[in-house]
Nanobody
Framework: QVELVESGGGLVQAGGSLRLSCAAS????????MAWYRQAPGKQRELVAG???????NYADSVKGRFTISRDNAKNTVYLQMNSLKPEDTAVYYC???????????????WGQGTQVTVSS
């Protein structure tokens, strides 16, 4: 079993910044791609940013130029630096990872429990 734990969410004023962290823990495993998703009430969960094992990144159009995804493989951690936050960024943010584990390195997808980000106007 692998657990993803997010941290860094909270309340911030419009124009402010937050940095989210997601750390993977558990038995022997290796991480392929990692990503951040978000879901606002009554809306579909959407991809915010993703990063491959090689460091390639992609972003939703709504956050390009404002958010930066990065990873520290030694710490099994992915980060999301969020700058110039807007009220429409308010959502629950979820960490997601493709992880290989076990004897045969079976690929599985994991979700964190989510962390609330609220941006006030």
């Amino acid at each position: 079993q692998v657990e993803l734990v997010e941290s860094g969410g909270g309340l911030v004023q419009a124009g402010g910044s937050l940095r989210l962290s997601c750390a993977a823990s558990g038995s022997s495993f290796s991480i392929d791609a990692m990503a951040w998703y978000r879901q606002a009430p009554g809306k579909q969960r959407e991809l915010v940013a993703g990063i491959t094992s090689g460091g390639s990144t992609n972003y939703a159009d709504s956050v390009k130029g404002r958010f930066t995804i990065s990873r520290d493989n030694a710490k099994n951690t992915v980060y999301l630096q969020m700058n110039s936050l807007k009220p429409e960024d308010t959502a629950v943010y979820y960490c997601n990872a493709d992880i290989r584990g076990g004897r045969f390195h079976l690929l599985m997808n994991y979700w964190g429990q989510g962390t609330q980000v609220t941006v006030s106007s």
